[in-house]
């Protein structure tokens, strides 16, 4: 089975410009999870989708960030404009209802 | 909101000795507590997971314990192998099942051989 697929794997860019992160969960999985980890803590849940509604946003800062699944599959994270504080690693994590998250490899943002 | 409380942040243990690490919790409606393991660079992975209806679960050497009176679960490792080198994290849900996560800080095991 393959897994939850990510891209960019690692992204640098300076403060104030945008970025965008893609997510690919698991076939079937209709849940969908994106996660900020900060080092040296834990995942934080930014914004969860079921198919292609949202769940809960309710940390999703979102005079800055956004996120989409526009067709219940995929899912784009968005961050407009980036400051040095969103410096993270992205996880995103598929699951089916109720189920096991099964996580992505990550992207790890670094804004200077 | 949930916070959860994870301790202690380091754990260095011998091989084949058992490490424990504890968490708490502050929403009593909390029913889901997982544990995943991430190692260095990879992705978390769950590990053992116990429901608020349930005391104790056993997975070979892993066990999870849960006091919902005290709000405070554990996780016990024994028998540790160097594999077992890694970064725990504990989480806690208000559904039976694996949403609205809250995740602990973390503990770094290190077993030593």
């Known amino acids: 089975e393959a897994g939850v697929a990510q891209s960019p794997r690692y992204k640098i860019i300076e403060k104030r410009q945008s970025v965008a992160f893609w997510c690919n969960p698991i076939s079937g999985h209709a849940t969908l999870y994106w996660y900020q980890q900060i080092l040296g803590q834990g995942p934080k849940l930014l914004i969860q989708?079921?198919?292609?509604?949202?769940?809960?946003d309710s940390q999703l800062p979102k005079d800055r960030f956004s996120a989409e699944r526009l067709k219940g599959v995929d899912s784009t994270l968005k961050i407009q404009p980036a400051k040095l504080e969103d410096s993270a690693v992205y996880l995103c994590?598929?699951?089916?209802?109720?189920?096991?998250?099964?996580f992505g490899p990550g992207t790890r943002l670094t804004v200077t | 909101g949930e916070n959860v409380e994870q301790h202690p942040s380091t754990l260095s243990v011998q091989e084949g000795d058992s490490a424990v690490i504890k968490c708490t919790y502050s929403?009593?409606?909390?029913?889901?507590f997982p544990w995943y393991k991430q190692e260095l660079g990879k992705r978390p992975q769950l590990i053992i997971d116990i429901r608020s209806n349930v005391g104790e679960k056993k997975d070979q050497r892993i066990a999870v314990t849960l006091n919902k009176t005290a709000k405070h679960f554990s996780l016990h490792i024994t028998e540790t192998q160097p594999e077992d080198s890694a970064v725990y994290f504990c989480a806690a849900s208000p559904y039976f099942g694996n949403e609205k996560l809250t995740f602990g800080t973390g503990t770094r095991l290190t077993i030593i051989p």
């Open positions: 929403d009593s409606a909390s029913n889901y």
């Open positions: 989708f079921q198919n292609n509604g949202v769940v809960d």
């Open positions: 994590a598929s699951s089916l209802s109720l189920r096991e998250q099964y």
